[in-house]
Structures are given as structure tokens and as C-alpha cells.
């Protein structure tokens, strides 16, 4: 199936914002932080993602309700992408010399809220932009190539921190400049080509109504029966996931000790998993097509639970490239089908307030999977039994999961007693 103008559009942006991902939330922004005197550790940055985070899963559901009007997703949409790009860009002025971390934390925060809060409105425009025989195909190709375009502008940033200097912060600057101009640039395509075709019609005191159908929703939660049991089942395995790719790291460092792991080590497991999951995610997405997008998520749940189970067993660094490429594997692959999976089950006309739900679940996971690996360490005295311990959140998720009708239940079952507008071209 060729893709559209608007599909190719959309998966640009995944190309675009997820140079964000990699290079600020991940790599570069934590060593500038650690290089403000005063700072005694980078890990110290978690506690104002967590901010941010929280801000956006609080708001995430409002905000969607009122973008589900007709012309107010993309509106929504430019105004958080403008936010995340001009407040990563601001990252580039402020100076380690300047002693200023609370301006850097802040817009920190700034470009976070952006971030996320313009992926809750490009999420929910996946219900426009292509049918449903063809979801599982675009979300999966937009995570894939996401992961593979986002290494080309954090390679040109990790060549001028080399040739500047590791330790001069002017290269880590050129680099926040470089990935605010990269996610600029592919976010204009979304801009121009991507319409909002399912809305809720314009009516008196938006913001109002938004707030009642909101509460509506709450009350007759019953009537989306599937979308529930999926959300309880999508937390608890996409907090397994999350916790390993935030602990895969500290996880190996902690068991073969910091000796064992340089700089250079750390960024090669990283983009083993960015080039592994590329076509990984591709392939997840064709073979849903053949086995169902049901059967795939549950062949990528586990092989996390596999990828757990090696994990015990690592005592070289080379074990750590062969587990991050287990990670990779999954890693496009389950996450991308969850988008599409959920895309697939929600009314389309309220896909902004649903996804604004789903954000709500995928923020806030992570959140008991590093608590039950540190509460572990800490009773056992031994870290190679953590990453045993959050195989329940897969086993839980897998067996929630597994009691969801074995087709994938389509838009018009939820709708059918619903009024969904469409917009038409003209």
C-alpha cells in the first residue's frame, strides 16, 4: 500500500521530535546540567522531567476535549511544537559560566511540556490521516523512521562536541541548536498537509462543554468497555518497557560496575537500539498485518520478559550490546502498535480526549517499575535480582491483554450509536 501525501507528512514529524528524544532527554542536556557548579549529580534532572511530566498528564485529557472542536487539533498541535522548538533552542544561551541551572531547568521543562504535549494532538492525528486497514502500517513506519532519522542530527552534534571538545559546552550548544532547527524543519510538512477530518462540532462556551464532556466520558466509561481494559493492560506493560530503557543503563553500570562502562560504551548501546529498532518496527508493522496487531504486541511483550531474564545473566559489556539489540527489537515494534491499536478502538471524534487518556497512562508509567527494581536491590543487596522483579508488570499487562477479543475490535463497534462528523474534502 503506497502511502499517502498526508501519511508521509505525519511520519516526518515522528522524524523530526524524536531527534528531541534522543539528544536532550537522553544524552546531551544531563552533561550540561552536571557541568553548573553546585549540581552533584545529573540524576538530579529526573526530578524536574517528573514535573513536567505530571503537568502534562494532568492536562493532557482537558486539553484534548477542547482540541477535539472542529479546527482546534492543529492550532493545539502548532502551538506546543512552536513551544518544544523555541525552548530548546533557549537551552543553547544559557551557560554553565552564567551559573543560571534554575533558566536551563525551566526551559527545560518548557521544551518537555512542548514535546509531550504536541505528541497527545500528532497521536490523535494518526485517525485522519489514514484508514483503519492501514494504522498499524503508518504508526509503525513513523516510530521506524523516527528512530533512524533522529541519529543523523545527534551524529552531526556528537562530531562538534568531539572536534570542540568534550568537556567545552559550546558543542553541546551547537547540538541543541541543530536538533531544535531538525525538529522545526520536519514539523512544517505536518503543518501544511495534515487536516483534522473527525471533530465535535463548534458550540457555545467551548471550554465548558469540554469540561462536561469530559465528566461524561468518566460516567459512562462502562459503554467503552474495551478502551478500559486495553488502558489497565497498556500501563502496566508499557511501565515495564519504560523502566528498561530508563534503567538499562544504571541496571548494567550497577552490576559490572562504572569502570566498565565509558562514555563511548554508553552511546554505542544507544544507537544499537535506534538502528535495531528501525527495521524491527517495520517488521512488527508487516507482520501484524498477517498474525493481527493483538498477536505482535504480545510477541513484543516477551521479548521483553526474555530480554528480563538475559539481563540476570549479563557479566560482560558485549552481553550489554546483545541486550540492548533484545530491546531494540520490541522496542518500535510494541509501541507503535499500541498507538495503533488504540487508535483503532476509540471514536474518532473524541480521539483527542481518548489520546489525551492514553498519554495519561504512558506518562505516568515508569513510575513503579524504578521502584520496585530499587526497593529490590536495596532488600536483597543484589541488583541482578531488580530486573527479575518487574517481570509481573509484563506477565500482568500480557495476561490483561490477552482478554481482549482476539480481532481487534474496530472503530464502528464503539460507534455505533455514536454521530461521528467527517469532514469532506472539497
Same mark, same amino acid.
Given at each position: 500500500?503506497?502511502?499517502?501525501?498526508?501519511?508521509?507528512?505525519?511520519?516526518?514529524?515522528?522524524?523530526?521530535?524524536?531527534?528531541?528524544?534522543?539528544?536532550?532527554?537522553?544524552?546531551?542536556?544531563?552533561?550540561?546540567?552536571?557541568?553548573?557548579?553546585?549540581?552533584?549529580?545529573?540524576?538530579?534532572?529526573?526530578?524536574?522531567?517528573?514535573?513536567?511530566?505530571?503537568?502534562?498528564?494532568?492536562?493532557?485529557?482537558?486539553?484534548?476535549?477542547?482540541?477535539?472542536?472542529?479546527?482546534?487539533?492543529?492550532?493545539?498541535?502548532?502551538?506546543?511544537?512552536?513551544?518544544?522548538?523555541?525552548?530548546?533552542?533557549?537551552?543553547?544561551?544559557?551557560?554553565?559560566?552564567?551559573?543560571?541551572?534554575?533558566?536551563?531547568?525551566?526551559?527545560?521543562?518548557?521544551?518537555?511540556?512542548?514535546?509531550?504535549?504536541?505528541?497527545?494532538?500528532?497521536?490523535?492525528?494518526?485517525?485522519?490521516?489514514?484508514?483503519?486497514?492501514?494504522?498499524?502500517?503508518?504508526?509503525?513506519?513513523?516510530?521506524?523512521?523516527?528512530?533512524?532519522?533522529?541519529?543523523?542530527?545527534?551524529?552531526?552534534?556528537?562530531?562538534?562536541?568531539?572536534?570542540?571538545?568534550?568537556?567545552?559546552?559550546?558543542?553541546?550548544?551547537?547540538?541543541?541548536?541543530?536538533?531544535?532547527?531538525?525538529?522545526?524543519?520536519?514539523?512544517?510538512?505536518?503543518?501544511?498537509?495534515?487536516?483534522?477530518?473527525? #471533530?465535535?462540532?463548534?458550540? *457555545? $462556551?467551548?471550554?465548558? &462543554?469540554? %469540561?462536561?464532556?469530559?465528566? @461524561?466520558? =468518566?460516567?459512562?466509561?462502562?459503554?467503552?468497555?474495551?478502551?478500559?481494559?486495553?488502558?489497565?493492560?497498556?500501563?502496566?506493560?508499557?511501565?515495564?518497557?519504560?523502566?528498561?530503557?530508563?534503567?538499562?543503563?544504571?541496571?548494567?553500570?550497577?552490576?559490572?560496575?562504572?569502570?566498565?562502562?565509558?562514555?563511548?560504551?554508553?552511546?554505542?548501546?544507544?544507537?544499537?537500539?535506534?538502528?535495531?529498532?528501525?527495521?524491527?518496527?517495520?517488521?512488527?508493522?508487516?507482520?501484524?498485518?498477517?498474525?493481527?496487531?493483538?498477536?505482535?504486541?504480545?510477541?513484543?511483550?516477551?521479548?521483553?520478559?526474555?530480554?528480563?531474564?538475559?539481563?540476570?545473566?549479563?557479566?560482560?559489556?558485549?552481553?550489554?550490546?546483545?541486550?540492548?539489540?533484545?530491546?531494540?527489537?520490541?522496542?518500535?515494534?510494541?509501541?507503535?502498535?499500541?498507538?495503533?491499536? #488504540?487508535?483503532?478502538?476509540? *471514536? $474518532?471524534?473524541?480521539? &483527542?480526549? %481518548?489520546?489525551?487518556?492514553? @498519554?495519561? =497512562?504512558?506518562?505516568?508509567?515508569?513510575?513503579?517499575?524504578?521502584?520496585?527494581?530499587?526497593?529490590?536491590?536495596?532488600?536483597?543487596?543484589?541488583?541482578?535480582?531488580?530486573?527479575?522483579?518487574?517481570?509481573?508488570?509484563?506477565?500482568?499487562?500480557?495476561?490483561?491483554?490477552?482478554?481482549?477479543?482476539?480481532?481487534?475490535?474496530?472503530?464502528?463497534?464503539?460507534?455505533?450509536?455514536?454521530?461521528?462528523?467527517?469532514?469532506?474534502?472539497?
Amino acid at each position: 500500500m503506497k502511502l499517502s501525501k498526508e501519511e508521509r507528512s505525519w511520519i516526518l514529524y515522528d522524524c523530526g521530535n524524536s531527534a528531541y528524544s534522543i539528544a536532550i532527554s537522553t544524552a546531551l542536556l544531563p552533561i550540561v546540567f552536571g557541568m553548573f557548579d553546585g549540581i552533584e549529580s545529573s540524576m538530579s534532572l529526573g526530578y524536574f522531567n517528573s514535573i513536567a511530566s505530571i503537568l502534562i498528564a494532568i492536562l493532557s485529557p482537558i486539553l484534548g476535549t477542547i482540541a477535539d472542536y472542529k479546527d482546534k487539533k492543529k492550532r493545539f498541535f502548532i502551538f506546543f511544537a512552536c513551544l518544544g522548538i523555541l525552548a530548546t533552542t533557549s537551552l543553547a544561551f544559557i551557560s554553565p559560566a552564567s551559573g543560571q541551572w534554575q533558566l536551563l531547568v525551566l526551559f527545560y521543562i518548557l521544551s518537555a511540556i512542548g514535546f509531550s504535549g504536541a505528541n497527545i494532538f500528532y497521536d490523535s492525528f494518526l485517525v485522519d490521516v489514514t484508514p483503519n486497514e492501514k494504522m498499524d502500517k503508518v504508526s509503525t513506519q513513523g516510530f521506524a523512521y523516527g528512530y533512524i532519522f533522529s541519529v543523523i542530527p545527534f551524529l552531526i552534534s556528537l562530531s562538534l562536541i568531539y572536534f570542540i571538545g568534550m568537556d567545552q559546552v559550546l558543542g553541546y550548544q551547537l547540538g541543541f541548536i541543530m536538533t531544535a532547527l531538525w525538529w522545526g524543519l520536519l514539523t512544517l510538512p505536518m503543518i501544511r498537509d495534515v487536516k483534522q477530518r473527525f #471533530y465535535v462540532e463548534p458550540e *457555545p $462556551k467551548p471550554i465548558a &462543554n469540554s %469540561f462536561k464532556r469530559l465528566a @461524561n466520558t =468518566f460516567k459512562n466509561i462502562r459503554q467503552h468497555r474495551t478502551v478500559v481494559i486495553f488502558l489497565v493492560a497498556y500501563f502496566f506493560y508499557i511501565d515495564g518497557v519504560d523502566t528498561i530503557i530508563k534503567m538499562v543503563v544504571p541496571y548494567a553500570t550497577t552490576v559490572l560496575g562504572a569502570n566498565s562502562l565509558d562514555m563511548f560504551t554508553l552511546l554505542g548501546i544507544l544507537l544499537i537500539i535506534q538502528i535495531v529498532a528501525f527495521p524491527c518496527a517495520i517488521i512488527y508493522g508487516k507482520l501484524s498485518e498477517r498474525y493481527s496487531t493483538r498477536m505482535m504486541i504480545i510477541v513484543g511483550i516477551c521479548t521483553y520478559i526474555i530480554s528480563c531474564v538475559a539481563a540476570f545473566f549479563i557479566t560482560s559489556v558485549w552481553h550489554i550490546f546483545i541486550l540492548g539489540m533484545m530491546i531494540g527489537s520490541a522496542q518500535g515494534g510494541i509501541q507503535a502498535l499500541s498507538r495503533s491499536y #488504540y487508535a483503532k478502538i476509540i *471514536p $474518532k471524534e473524541n480521539s &483527542n480526549e %481518548f489520546f489525551g487518556f492514553y @498519554n495519561i =497512562f504512558g506518562k505516568f508509567a515508569a513510575i513503579l517499575g524504578p521502584f520496585i527494581m530499587s526497593l529490590t536491590t536495596t532488600l536483597t543487596g543484589n541488583a541482578q535480582f531488580s530486573i527479575l522483579a518487574i517481570i509481573p508488570l509484563f506477565l500482568i499487562g500480557c495476561i490483561i491483554f490477552m482478554s481482549l477479543p482476539k480481532d481487534t475490535p474496530i472503530d464502528g463497534v464503539i460507534e455505533k450509536d455514536l454521530c461521528v462528523t467527517e469532514e469532506q474534502p472539497v
